[in-house]
């Protein structure tokens, strides 16, 4: 029997300060729900600017505690009340010098169920991301969700294929990619990578980018927010290269079963042969 899941995706320009940017995601979440939406997930850092644009101690301040900062609770609280599991992509510190680019996963109930924190973290002009993070050490793990089972890879994270097929073997049916990724970059990839990494996994892809160029630098965050399926179709259109949009799209789980039954990739690996790719 079909399984269909609605989910939501979020892109949006910066507001100019962090509780006006938290009240836009809050009206987001309930637009979402209004529309029927099971789960939503937001851009990359989403309550601040992305200001890995620059180097400056100034926006440690950003970061919070998870589970157990102000946001965290604020959105829990939401998500019980709207019956939806969201996913925030946040600013955190473990402790003071400690900090990670972090999701977190909160279920419809409004329950905490865990974080990943970005693995790979680039320091390249406009992305000093190495100055605000350490490397994740949260491994890949895939979330038990009132929709079913989600993982989460952070934006830099997309260009390397082991943690899209880490996430594959745990039994992720949706992986959502929250990005700030710059049009001058990036944009010959955006299409391209994710909808390849569904294809060789064999799942649905969330990829959100969020929109504009902020007082920080001249990144032109060029949206195009998307859901693509196991067969690198996307799922309704894109969203606006330029203008805040909420996504929402029915996803036929269904489809996971059919395309695995086609090509039997996780049948045919052959990790013993794989043992040089780990070496450093």
Not at 17 to 36: C, F, L, P, T, Y
Not at 211 to 221: K, P, S, Y
Request: hydrophobic fraction near 40%; proline fraction near 6%; charge should be negative.
């Amino acid at each position: 029997m079909s399984r269909v899941i609605r989910a939501a995706l979020f892109q949006t320009a910066w507001t100019g300060d962090k509780e006006s940017m938290i009240q836009v995601h809050e009206q987001a979440a309930r637009d979402a729900a209004a529309q029927g939406a099971q789960v939503l997930c937001f851009q990359e850092l989403f309550y601040g600017p992305y200001f890995c644009q620059v180097q400056d101690k100034a926006f440690y301040e950003y970061a919070e505690r998870i589970p157990d900062g102000p946001t965290v609770r604020r959105f829990q609280a939401l998500a019980r009340e709207l019956g939806i599991v969201l996913v925030l992509p946040m600013y955190e510190e473990e402790q003071p010098g400690v900090l990670y680019n972090t999701a977190a996963v909160i279920d419809a109930d409004g329950s905490y169920l865990g974080k990943y924190r970005k693995t790979h973290i680039p320091q390249v002009q406009g992305f000093w991301e190495k100055f605000y993070f350490r490397p994740g050490n949260s491994g890949w793990p895939v979330f038990d969700t009132a929709v079913g089972r989600i993982g989460v890879y952070i934006c830099y994270d997309r260009h390397f294929p082991e943690g899209w097929r880490a996430l594959g073997l745990a039994g992720a049916e949706i992986v959502f990619n929250p990005s700030a990724t710059s049009r001058g970059l990036s944009r010959y990839l955006w299409q391209l990578e994710q909808p390849a990494a569904a294809v060789a996994n064999e799942y649905f892809v969330g990829a959100i980018n969020r929109v504009g160029v902020e007082d920080l630098g001249d990144n032109d965050f060029y949206g195009t927010t998307y859901f693509v399926d196991p067969e690198a179709q996307f799922v309704g259109e894109p969203a606006s290269d330029k203008e805040t949009e909420l996504v929402v799209r029915d996803l036929d789980m269904a489809r996971l079963r059919e395309v695995r039954d086609r090509w039997q990739f996780y049948r045919d690996r052959a990790p013993g042969a794989y043992g040089p790719l780990t070496a450093p």
